[in-house]
């Protein structure tokens, strides 16, 4: 069973920057760094939407169209934490940010940001912009 841990939002205004960050903890017979690791994001009344992924290697990114060159996602695999920089913030970014682990193997390029294809969740971190 994996835990996760996610801190660092809060309110900020617009073209503002933050960075959040998702700790993992857990018993995994396989290691943390076998996890492929997403960011997902909810606003009230809207459907879940997929931020930004990293494969298990910690290389090999993907991210939405609406945060491409604002937002970077990074993987420390020796502290088995998960980033996520956001920058030049909009107020259309305001939603709870929820980061996911899966082993994913061979089929991350294809659902690398379906979040129907994650299996460990955490509780979000609110992230608020507005002036």
């Known amino acids: 069973q994996v835990q996760l841990v996610e801190s660092g939002g809060g309110a900020v205004q617009p073209g503002g920057s933050l960075r959040l960050s998702c700790a993992a903890s857990?018993?995994?017979?396989?290691?943390?760094?076998?996890?492929?690791m997403g960011w997902f994001r909810q606003a009230p009344g809207k459907a879940r939407e997929a931020v930004a992924s990293?494969?298990?290697?910690?290389?090999?990114?993907k991210y939405g169209d609406s945060v491409k060159g604002r937002f970077t996602i990074s993987k420390d695999i020796a502290k088995n934490t998960l980033y996520l920089q956001l920058n030049a913030l909009q107020p259309e970014d305001t939603a709870m940010y929820y980061c996911?682990?899966?082993?994913?193997?061979?089929?991350?390029?294809?659902?690398?940001?379906?979040?129907?294809?994650?299996?460990?969740w955490g509780q979000g971190t609110q992230v608020t912009v507005s002036s």
């Open positions: 996911a682990a899966v082993i994913f193997g061979s089929t991350w390029s294809r659902d690398g940001l379906n979040f129907r294809k994650y299996r460990y």
């Open positions: 857990g018993s995994t017979s396989s290691g943390y760094s076998t996890y492929s």
């Open positions: 990293v494969f298990s290697d910690g290389q090999s990114t």
